[in-house]
């Protein structure tokens, strides 16, 4: 069987690291999380110590192999240092990655696959309010944004609706596993019932990984002190849960990103079109493709803002090491 890479896309709060994680839940299967930061570090968390493996132990060593083996084999190691695994699923979210890694993938000739889930504008609305990141409205904007980019860069993607999701989690399930031609089986939504080695990912699905009586909960539960970002995940431990969007308490918010983007409903008829359960949708979008100046200059932005990030915590990284940082700058 030739094996696979499964991306699972999202913008934030989308709940695409739960859902990596139980496309992962099979002998087979390995859910590795946002392993872009492994390599392209953007913020000071992603090397600091406690950026550990989520599998619990701490001396797990196997990041640190696949990270010495370098990124052009990072997948390659995966499975070479796993060969019960026949396929991954990677939950890295940032489109650019996505994009060079799948076609590096293919290249070397394995089967790469797609999905997307996602929140409606104001189900996503409604999960930044929760977190007070509504204020400025600069990160609602990224919800036209995201899948705009993903529809311009991504060929051949499906789509899982997050309240479709949550309503009727088997039947999705079922269908996503269809699409993505990996088994399904009866409590395949138990992803915890699995060991991950996953990394990032935000806490508030990180806390479902670990019984509530754990010290990793515990640990989970002291990194989220004083934020906002386990959300309701403690009292909706190890379930999807739906919340329905205040829509009057939002509509400010909406009204505003609706006049600076005028293709919200195209956007959410392009989602829908690209459906699990739909039929192969064909190109229909044109007003959303970005143009090939607009996606160059993204590729641009993306490659400076890793080199970037690279230089910043390799720096860091040394300087942590060495003792006497005057001579290391020399
Ligand atoms: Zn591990």
């Not at 991306?7 to 934030?12: K, R």
């Not at 919200?264 to 064909?282: K, N, R, S, Y």
């Amino acid at each position: 069987m030739t094996k696979k890479v499964i991306f699972v896309g999202g913008t934030s709060y989308s709940g695409s690291t739960f859902f990596h994680l139980t496309l992962a839940n099979d002998p087979a299967g390995f859910g590795a999380g946002e392993i872009r930061h492994l390599f392209r570090p953007t913020k000071e968390r992603f090397v600091r110590g406690t950026w550990v493996c989520g599998c619990g132990d701490p001396a797990c060593t196997l990041w640190e192999r696949v990270k010495q083996r370098g990124e052009d084999n990072l997948y390659d190691s995966i499975f070479e240092l796993n060969p019960e695994v026949e396929f991954i699923v990677d939950a890295s979210k940032n489109i650019v990655w996505v994009d060079e890694q799948s076609e590096r993938l293919a290249r070397k000739g394995y089967d790469v696959r797609h999905i997307m889930i996602w929140k409606t504008l104001p189900e996503f609305a409604h999960s930044l309010q929760k977190r007070n990141r509504l204020q400025d409205g600069a990160e609602l904007g990224s919800w036209p944004r995201y899948h705009k980019l993903y529809y311009s860069f991504i060929d051949q993607w499906r789509a899982v609706k997050y309240g479709h999701y949550t309503h009727d989690q088997e039947t999705t399930l079922r269908a996503a596993c269809k699409q993505l031609e990996i088994p399904f089986f009866e409590g395949k939504e138990r992803f915890w019932e699995k060991r991950h080695h996953v990394l990032g990912g935000n806490l508030s699905s990180r806390i479902h990984l670990y019984a509530k009586d754990s010290d990793k909960y515990q640990d989970v539960r002291r990194r989220a002190e004083g934020t906002r970002e386990l959300g309701a995940a403690e009292s909706h431990h190890r379930r999807v849960y739906y919340e329905e969007p205040n829509t009057a308490a939002l509509q400010e918010h909406i009204t505003r990103l609706r006049r600076e983007c005028p293709e919200i409903d195209q956007i959410e008829a392009m989602l829908l079109a690209h459906d699990i359960a739909a039929p192969t949708p064909g190109r229909d979008w044109p007003e959303l493709q970005l143009s090939d100046a607009e996606m160059r200059m993204r590729q641009l932005r993306q490659y400076t803002k890793d080199q970037f990030g690279r230089i910043r915590y390799a720096l860091r990284g040394s300087r942590a090491r060495r003792p006497e940082p005057q001579q290391a700058r020399n």
